[in-house]
């Protein structure tokens, strides 16, 4: 890794978490970009389209060979749209970090009725790692197809994984609040500015996607809310539960991630701004008799996509793990 | 009513609350706005201060003989500072909305404990009627001290009080969130434009003074827990609870407000922008077999505070209670 | 007007401008809203497209006879696009307010050529009335057909047309900044709240329409230069100018509005806050030597659209000019 | 350097500016933090004050012996009262980058009058080299004391200077718009969320201790008005001129810094999020005969402040210019 660089390209480059991964892989220490990909944009320079994104590459079609050179591909395109040419890459032995759900599930049939989709490659799904750093750090380092984690799932696993396993939690209730980049790109009047700022709601009640990926990883029920928030960036889960050792669970929180560099017990209550442009994830916890409640807060495209994505291909390729990747939050 | 106004004055009108009852009454098609006060503005006049409210008014103290010719008083002073002047009010015949909580406590013990403070007028507390307008319309109409509701507590009390009153929520949990105007106009780092804006917190949790006052006023044990938003007015509540008939609780929160002006059971869930700048509640719940959701949203400064005082005087005085009231959201 | 109120019929209710005219006239003391129509939401109730709008009313189409009823029509349609339907209603009797550019021109041609298209109605541009409310107050009392001036235009002409008219203002610049509602209801991107939210851009350097309407009005030549704020309402221009004689500007600018209920000159900078949600235009100056600097703020809904579209309805129908307007503005 | 790190000090790490160089040189691939001070947190760690900066190091004192055996140490401590330590350092042979305005001026008088203060070491103001990278990159090179330049100024002078220096521009204004973040860390309730959210306004109007420095700077008499955007970070400034010949100036505009890796024309105009969190100054120019405009962002902490400083850094110690500043700018 010495005089090398990782070949890394990108699938999807023009949304928001594409665009998010393109940006860290530009500045990262080891890696460099080899190929973008973006449908819409075939043809042109990445600055030309994109003025925050100063990059001199072209973008090319999702076939073009210059992917096949990669070590790695990041895949930032919609459920089951990358499903054909991931597989191609995993055949032609370029390892994938995908950011969509497709094989983020153990159960297949879980995400079948979860996306209303059949699944595009089973077989795949079956080697698929499903890419939470922090707990599945060890079959990561050798797999060829990460998962990335669901953004919403992110913020409520670190904390709740490490209760669960242990016993701890029950009757989880997830009150999860999503800066407006979670809804991706849009050109639709209700994400328009003059729809959503100065303003906040409710969405997907009882019915949102991320329920069930918790619900899988977590191997319990849970009550799971999003909302929408006037900003840009970040996600704050306000989770509920019944602790059945609050002593006990308490301690779990404050020693689980101990030596981790981007997740991290605090004392005091997080607010979104010191986790915003970072990879880290911060929680805190409260109790009141048999009630618990705790506040994480992550940076939705970066932990929750594509920092934890970025971590992921630092794991896959024996690297530190903090590698290009923000820790300090800006002002 | 046909020909004299009512006469208003208002305690501490340079606050937040304050000022937003000012421009209320100010409107108001029958009421004269004849004095208001502030400590820190004693002399000037508000349209010197306060460039958004062209009031040629000019501040007068607490003691001021100007609000004992008053028919009624607004009082934003803060908890037991307006004690003293609202008694010698209601002793020359004023009658009195008060914002803050000194009265808003059936039990007075409860209230001090909240507060940390001795109760300023004990004697005054029985006599006072909790001002929630549509529950208490009856004895509102006669109330010399009317106990205006903290606005965390309204929005979470309409859609419930009905469920509870029938018996049919238990374990309810409020996961509310407020704009930045609920704090109050604050010379605190911890409020400048820097701080809040692209973030999001938790504050209070477990330990939020709103918390009893629901508690109270419910009759039923509720995990509440604040959140800052990065927005000026409105605050949104995600009440959980479990639906002992979900069928029978959806019927109730259908009618129980069906004939009020400014309350409303909505189908689509709710957005904040929906009621800012208005008196209006609105709800909608969602039901998962037993589990229940119920999402409500009121602006925190009107139907939360100044509004819903008005909106009490108008009661009191046998007004049209829409009267000055705003019902409609700008843009 | 003491027993019967005014018929109001809305254009294209569905836009920010009409949503607005809307909420006026809906809680408006002598007005009652008759007939509003949407192309894109024709037989749906407005309450049930527009959440923040509860008025039972139902969008019928623009040809529908309840307009040709009606005392006065506002028509907030996009530019040409009302003109059959305004000629109509002229022809039967009905007063029209026009928020489009078409009739806001003395010179056709330099419409034409501004907006690159053929009038639709030159005939009735000679008898339509520019709806400056405080500059031509006299003959919108008689106009049959009011033009609405522009947003941008109403915060530059307001002060800069007395200075004008005086020979005390030369080499204008204006350097204007609009919220993000002047853009209109979009479905687009480059209007999408990620796009906007903690952003801020010149647009139509030298090329924007406002200008040469601005031209027109003052007789002058002036460079003009709009600017995309990231909030919802409100407009504010600097403008820069050679100040032939600095002192007499200054009286100019102190005097000319003296009396105005709407318009006030101010001794410290006004800020957007003090008159959002208001039809207020507040402007202050600075001079340097022979070199003079205004700041004039406005909201773009209320006294740049809606809320002078009503001022200009009050004056055309005799009532008080501030009769449903704000003056107040809101924390 | 290929071994050793540049040992790194900061004093006033607590404010804005201080705070963005503390993160940038935590994760600059060359330098090592090594003594950061605050007289409001001395004594306590980073990270217990700043949760968004999980930094170890514990403040010391200003007059620590730490600073003293740094390599170069950045000033962001407030004008004049950082003269003593800055001094001393100089003396003890550490490079110093201040960014206060103390050692900005060529003329002492004048930043004397500017300021209203006597300057606090006239004989190091002799040696102090202006810190504008491009401009100034010779001299940095061997500096000893750089002053890094004004945020205001370094939006204006990126474009200005060029067409400056080749008589191709007069009657200069520029209109300026900044983020809130400009003000610093303020506990005022005149910087508080509730005041600047959803709101805008000019201030120092033709006072602004910008103007003199741009003024130097440009040897040319320039109106500078700046305003206050309801945002975080940025600075976007329009420049109105006479060109004298505006094909030679757009030449001059587009060959000026066409290898450099942080300035760049743009064809297309400008937006602040383009640059908001990168180092980078983007501006672009449109003509109408001999008047020009000129659209410049930068983000004010970064290429304003603390990016400048950490380039300037790099420039001075021989780095590669764009080791440790970012140049994608995120979503």
Same mark, same amino acid.
């Given at each position: 890794m010495k005089n090398t660089k990782i070949k890394v390209g990108i699938l999807g480059a023009n949304g928001y978490a594409g665009a998010e991964t393109l940006? #860290?892989?530009a500045s990262h220490p080891f890696a460099e970009l080899c190929a973008v990909t973006s449908r819409a944009h075939e043809g042109k320079r990445v600055c030309d389209v994109f003025p925050a994104l100063p990059c001199p590459l072209t973008f090319v079609s999702a076939d073009?060979?210059?992917?096949k050179a990669c070590d =790695? =591909? &990041?895949?930032?395109? %919609?459920?089951t749209a990358g499903a054909a040419v991931i597989g191609k890459l995993i055949d032609s032995n370029v390892r994938v970090v995908d950011l969509s759900a497709d094989y983020r599930f153990d159960d297949v049939s879980v995400y079948e009725r979860t996306y209303g989709v059949t699944h595009p490659r089973p077989d795949l799904n079956a080697q698929a790692v499903?890419? #939470?750093c922090e707990v599945n750090r060890d079959k990561i380092k050798t797999a060829r197809l990460v998962a990335? %984690?669901?953004c919403y799932v992110t913020s409520v696993l670190l904390p709740m994984l490490p209760l669960c396993k242990a016993g701890l939690a029950d009757n989880i209730i997830a009150d999860s609040k999503s800066g407006a980049s979670g809804a991706g790109r849009k050109s639709d009047e209700a994400y328009s500015f003059c729809a959503l700022d100065e303003s906040f709601k409710a969405y997907g009640v009882f019915t949102h996607r991320h329920a069930p990926e918790m619900r899988e990883k977590l191997g319990k029920s849970i009550i799971f809310t999003p909302h929408l928030l006037p900003l840009k960036r970040g996600i704050l889960s306000t +989770?509920? &539960?019944d602790a059945t050792d609050a002593a006990a669970a308490e301690r779990v929180l404050q020693t689980a991630y101990a030596n981790e560099p981007f997740v991290a017990y605090s004392q005091s209550l997080?607010?979104?701004s010191? +986790?915003?442009?970072t990879n880290r994830c911060v929680f805190s916890a409260r109790f009141d008799g048999s009630k618990g409640i705790i506040v994480s807060v992550i940076d939705n495209l970066l932990k929750g996509a594509a920092g934890q994505a970025v971590q992921n291909m630092n794991i896959m390729f024996g690297l530190n793990e903090t590698a290009g990747l923000p820790i300090y939050a800006p002002v």
């Open positions: 940006r #860290l892989i073009d060979n210059a992917l =790695v =591909v &990041f895949s930032a395109l %919609p459920q499903y890419g #939470l990335n %984690p669901g +989770v509920y &539960f997080p607010e979104l010191s +986790v915003a442009h």
